[in-house]
Each structure stands twice: as structure tokens, then as C-alpha cells.
């Protein structure tokens, strides 16, 4: 660092005071729900290279503090004072815009001719265009079915509106109006972060703003090398598995190798499924990328939260994303839940980091963010209101010392709660419950966090209920050091009445009135034995009504009767289960994954994944779909059985496993020889 440690504790506070002045200028100026009220935005200021230098601590999404805006500027050869640069194009960005409904606005500041840095903002627009309303469903197979797809283009030219970008825009968006306002909102808090800068530059001249800005960097790199040297040094691996592609049953195994050497941290995502023809591709381009790298920012900041929230946080880091695979796809993937693949790739990045030193993460969380969305129409005039009606999250992880959190998790973004209020407001539907969900939290010495239960009671005919991000289904949140999964989710329509039927993993249900569609989410993974939770709390957590009396004596073995704890039994039903269970796992991943990994254990999974990316990307889902259908022929019935119960015998699944990738070796080295 060339500048004084003490300015640069003062350069730190100012330049993210600029980014949240930004973020509240944003928030209290946009028109929707989801911006407003769930906070579904992000801002930032950027080096003249397009790496974030400032970031707000508490305000937007956290999630994307590793992001670059240098790919889309790029594409911008005439840059001058007053423009505005605007793209959602996941591809032509290289990654800054993650799904098309996430418009960015790039704003480049300059000072005597000279660009000496960026103001950038985002918002998740409620609609893009595309196939369905609120554009994003995991069925889609490429981006062309996901929306208006915006290259880097200029919006704002030397300070004046492009009216022909917004006459497309107003063309190819369901809710134009309202969409207009967040980007009118997006365009105030640019010129607050302009404004600013330049302040900052006339109190304490230009060298000294563009070198504080590497200072910020570097001091932060500093502090988060330390934090790193807590991982041992060595290779770690383990992986993940999200429930299926949703065009087919298949499971969508994710993969990290941790490699760590004195704090210098590797991510290597070899082995990780190819890209799926479905919406859960996470286009990073191959880079260091935010939804590779957002586990270890938690681990570093939950270590040391004095460390300057900048770009300096990852330069101790590296990954690799082979191209093609679903951590890095080809041009023109679908991306729209991508973020369903990113929760469950950090959570196999906590287990990494877990198996190298035991306690230093918690359980996972309940893995889920669906943002769950109605679509009412005007039955006189035709008109859609499109409104995302609550971002709906499990339970968190429990850790050593700490249950999780019931009903909450940030561990994707700090997005907030909407009130009910101003949902009931924008709608004609009502909520009829919003609670936490009893007994969906891991058992563990410590209690994974909840999930909850969310009922919307539709109003209008020609309604239509949206679920994205919609996971955990068939793999549980697994439990740690003994403590044990949480609870899978659920969709039912109806629930409790003789019409009660289960929806599974929705993509779009079109209800009638009077119907009440209730989504339950996971709770998170429990941590430690539950046989060592105190009798106390579990009759706490009972008379609370965490878990039920069923709960507390099967997983704690804890006997309560008349809402008092019998102490005797209580001590002899522990001693018995102690004894029948034996030895606590180190990971407890619930029947339906140990059987998966039973059949396509580790070895088997890298081996098939490197063989299918050696076909071209269009003849891969296919003959992906025909060898774990020909493994598990009952794999199309699940979600009416349970996985375990598809795979059926494990042995003999075995052995047609091993057959099927010697087929599927033939087959490959067949076509390159004859190639």
C-alpha cells in the first residue's frame, strides 16, 4: 500500500457510503415489488478495468462482489462522458449478467477526458419476455426461449435516452410500465454514484482517488490470505447433487476439488455434469466467477468482518470451469435457474472445506431460493399483473455450537421478506399462511434451522402460479459430524381437504378460484449427535413447536409426556438407540442420495462425465438420459417413489452401472477412431 492506513480506513468508509446512497436512491425510487421490498438489486463503483472496488455491507444482493464489468465495456469502442451501458445478455457479458430478467446499467465516470471508474447497478426485472410470464422456467433449453436478449448496448448516449432501445424494450416486455420505472430508479442511483465520485476527487484530488482504489484491493487481499491459511493444505473433494434437469429424472451432479496451498485456494469443477438442455446452466465463461466463489467470501468475511468488501477478497483464489459443462456452457444454454446450481455447487464447496478441517462451516441450508410468482389477468381488459408474491427460503445450517436459523437464509443473497400487506395490495389473492414448518429442520446436537410453509388462496380465474429455483425434492439438506438431513419440499394444491394433491416440482400450475397452493420448504442440515441435544431444549423446541413429540422421541429419543420430560425413559430410549445405530457418520446424506452414490459413486461419475464430454454438446443430454435410465429403469417414476426405492437392488444396479459405462467407452472410442 502507498497511501496512509489511516486514509485508507477513511477512503474505505467513503466509497461504500457512495455505493449505499446508491442502493437507497434505488430502492425507494423503483416501481416493483421484488426491488422495493425483497431487494433483488446490487450497486456498485468499479475500477477504470471493471472490477468492484466498493460495495454497500448490508443493502442488495451480497452475491455479487466478484463480479467484472470489464467484458461488457468492451464491447463498447466509443465511450464518453454520459453514457449509460446496458446489457442482460448472460453470454456477451461474459458472465456479469447471470439470467436475462437481471438488467445492468454501466455508467463509466469520467474526470479530464479520463475514465478513473464505473458506476454499476443491477435489478431483477419482474419480466423479460420469453415463453412464459416473469420469463424464467427450468424447462427452456436455450436462451431464445428466455427473453429479449440485450447485448452491451448504449441506453443513455452522452446523456440522452436512446428511444429506440426502450421502443424494443417496451416490445418485448409483458409489464413495460413498471419495468421502465426500475430502470428510471437504476439511472438516478448512477448519477448519485457519479455525483459523489467526482466530490471525492475534489476533496482529495485524482492520484490519490485511483490509488486508493488499488490500496482498497490489496489490503483486502491481505486480510483474506490469513483467513485462508485455516484450511489445511491439501486436495479435498466432494460434490452435490440437484434433484434432476427437469425434462427428465436424471440428477445433475455438481463437483469440486479444493486445493489448498498456504492460503492460496484452488477451485477445480472437473467432473461436473456437461450442460443440460434445461434452465440450470451457470454461464461464468470460464472465469473466477461469483457463484464459484461465493462460499469462500462467506467463510472469509464470517472470519474477519473487517475485511473491505472489494475485489481484493479473491485474488487468492483460482478455479477451473471446463467449457461445456454446466459451471461454464456453451453460447446460447439456458440459464434462467441458474441459481438453483450455484447453491447446490457452494454447498458442495462447504463440504470441501469441511472435510479439510471439521467445524470450520456449518450444515448445509435447506438449498432452496424460489421466488414463487402469480400472474392475474384483468378478465375485462386482458392486461397481466406479473408479481413475484414472496422469495421463499429454507432453514439454515446448523454448526458447531449454533443451530440454524428457522425460516431464513442468506447463504445465496440477503434478500428480505415482502410483507404480506403489499402483496394483498398488488393482488387479488390472499395469504393465508406464512409459518415455519415443523420438523423440517435436521435433528442434530444442534437443530438445523427450519424451513417454512407458504398458502396463497388464488382469486381470479386465469390465474397461474410460477416456482423457480424449486430444489430438494429428492436429496435431502445433509446433516454433519452426526446431525442429521432436512426435510425435502413439497408443493401441494388443496393441502388438508379431500382435494389435496401433491404438485411436485412446479414449473407453471394454473389453478382455479378458491384453490390454495401451498409451497413447504427444506430445513437445513442438522450438526452433532442428536442424542446429545439436551432433554431441556428438545422439550423446548417441542413446546415451540419446532418438532413435534413423534421428532423429539424417534431422532432425540427424548420422551415427553403431558408436556413434561420423562427423565427415566428418556435415558433408557437413548441408551437403546446409541446402541442400535452405531457409529455417527461424518455426513449423514438421508437414503435416497447414499443409494445414488451407492450405484454411481464418485469414480463411475467422473469416468461417465469425461466420456460424454468427448460428444458433441447436442448428442450429450440423450445418451446422458438412455445410460441412467438403462441403470435405473424406475428412474422416470421418481417423485412417486422415493429414489432409493427406484434403485431397488444396489448390487445388481451396480453391475449394470459398470456395463453401461463400458458401452458407453466402446461407443466413444468407436467414433473417434472413426473420426
Not at 217 to 226: G, I, V
Not at 315 to 341: C, D, L, M, Q
Not at 648 to 663: K, M, T
Request: a negative charge.
Amino acid at each position: 500500500m502507498k497511501l496512509d492506513p489511516i486514509l485508507i480506513e477513511i477512503f474505505l468508509h467513503k466509497v461504500t457510503a457512495i455505493t449505499e446512497e446508491m442502493a437507497i436512491t434505488l430502492q425507494r425510487t423503483a416501481r416493483t415489488t421484488y426491488v422495493k421490498e425483497a431487494g433483488d438489486f446490487g450497486t456498485a463503483l468499479a475500477t477504470p478495468a471493471g472490477r468492484f472496488f466498493a460495495y454497500p455491507k448490508v443493502l442488495g444482493v451480497s452475491g455479487f462482489l466478484d463480479s467484472n464489468v470489464g467484458p461488457a465495456l468492451a464491447a463498447i469502442d466509443d465511450l464518453e462522458p454520459g453514457d449509460v451501458i446496458l446489457t442482460n445478455h448472460p453470454f456477451a457479458s461474459e458472465g456479469l449478467a447471470t439470467h436475462m430478467p437481471d438488467l445492468h446499467l454501466i455508467q463509466p465516470i469520467f474526470h479530464d477526458g479520463k475514465i478513473v471508474a464505473h458506476a454499476w447497478n443491477f435489478i431483477h426485472s419482474a419480466d423479460i419476455g420469453g415463453g412464459v410470464p416473469s420469463s424464467i422456467s427450468p424447462r427452456f433449453s436455450d436462451l431464445f426461449q428466455e427473453g429479449f436478449q440485450i447485448p452491451p448496448i448504449k441506453l443513455v448516449k452522452a446523456g440522452v435516452m436512446n428511444k429506440d432501445v426502450v421502443t424494443l424494450y417496451r416490445a418485448n416486455c409483458r409489464t413495460p410500465e413498471v419495468n421502465l420505472g426500475d430502470i428510471k430508479a437504476m439511472l438516478a442511483a448512477l448519477a448519485v454514484g457519479e455525483r459523489r465520485v467526482q466530490g471525492l476527487i475534489a476533496q482529495h484530488g485524482l492520484d490519490t482517488f485511483l490509488q486508493a482504489q488499488g490500496d482498497l484491493a490489496e489490503y483486502a487481499s491481505t486480510k483474506a490470505l490469513a483467513v485462508q491459511k485455516l484450511i489445511p493444505d491439501g486436495s479435498y473433494d466432494f460434490w452435490d447433487l440437484l434433484d434432476d434437469d427437469f425434462n427428465s429424472k436424471v440428477p445433475i451432479r455438481v463437483r469440486c476439488r479444493l486445493t489448498a496451498s498456504n492460503g492460496q485456494v484452488h477451485l477445480d469443477f472437473t467432473g461436473s455434469d456437461p450442460q443440460v438442455l434445461a434452465a440450470y446452466n451457470i454461464p461464468t465463461g470460464g472465469h473466477r466467477h461469483p457463484w464459484l466463489t461465493l462460499k469462500l467470501m462467506h467463510f472469509i468475511y464470517s472470519h474477519d468482518k473487517t475485511i473491505p468488501l472489494n475485489h481484493g477478497i479473491f485474488e487468492n483464489i483460482t478455479v477451473e470451469a471446463p467449457r461445456g459443462s454446466i459451471v461454464n456452457p456453451e453460447p446460447g444454454a439456458a440459464v434462467g435457474v441458474r441459481s438453483a446450481t450455484a447453491i447446490r455447487l457452494n454447498e458442495a464447496l462447504v463440504g470441501a472445506i469441511a472435510m479439510a478441517k471439521p467445524g470450520l462451516m456449518p450444515a448445509p441450508s435447506g438449498g432452496i431460493m424460489i421466488p414463487s410468482v402469480l400472474v392475474e389477468t384483468d378478465s375485462l381488459t386482458g392486461e397481466r399483473n406479473v408479481m413475484v408474491l414472496q422469495s421463499l427460503v429454507g432453514g439454515t445450517g446448523a454448526r458447531n455450537g449454533a443451530d440454524g436459523v428457522d425460516g431464513r437464509d442468506s447463504s445465496l443473497a440477503n434478500q428480505r421478506n415482502t410483507p404480506i400487506e403489499k402483496t394483498e395490495e398488488e393482488a387479488e389473492a390472499t395469504i393465508v399462511d406464512y409459518s415455519l414448518r415443523q420438523d423440517s429442520g435436521g435433528a442434530g446436537c444442534w437443530r438445523g434451522g427450519t424451513g417454512v410453509t407458504f398458502s396463497v388462496r388464488i382469486a381470479r380465474s386465469g390465474s397461474a402460479v410460477l416456482g423457480r429455483g424449486m430444489e430438494r425434492f429428492v436429496f435431502r439438506p445433509w446433516g454433519m459430524a452426526g446431525g442429521r438431513p432436512g426435510e425435502k419440499a413439497r408443493v401441494v394444491v388443496n393441502r388438508g381437504t379431500p382435494e389435496e394433491r401433491e404438485l411436485g416440482k412446479l414449473d407453471i400450475f394454473y389453478p382455479q378460484p378458491g384453490d390454495i397452493v401451498t409451497i413447504m420448504t427444506p430445513g437445513g442440515g442438522g450438526y452433532g449427535d442428536p442424542l446429545d441435544r439436551p432433554a431441556e431444549q428438545v422439550l423446548s423446541d417441542v413446546l415451540l413447536g419446532y418438532i413435534s413429540l413423534a421428532c423429539a422421541r424417534d431422532d432425540y429419543g427424548v420422551v415427553i409426556a403431558d408436556e413434561e420430560l420423562d427423565r427415566g425413559a428418556t435415558t433408557a430410549l437413548r441408551a437403546t438407540l446409541r446402541t442400535d445405530r452405531g457409529a455417527v457418520p461424518a455426513f449423514d446424506f438421508g437414503p435416497e442420495r447414499s443409494a445414488w452414490d451407492a450405484v454411481f459413486d464418485d469414480a463411475t461419475m467422473t469416468d461417465i462425465n469425461a466420456l460424454l464430454m468427448r460428444l458433441g454438446s447436442n448428442a450429450r443430454p440423450q445418451r446422458r438420459r438412455e445410460l441412467f435410465e438403462r441403470v435405473v429403469p424406475r428412474l422416470p417414476q421418481v417423485g412417486l417413489l422415493p429414489m432409493h426405492e427406484a434403485i431397488g437392488d444396489i448390487p445388481e444396479a451396480q453391475a449394470r452401472a459398470q456395463a453401461e459405462l463400458a458401452r458407453l467407452r466402446s461407443e466413444i472410442e468407436s467414433i473417434h477412431a472413426g473420426s
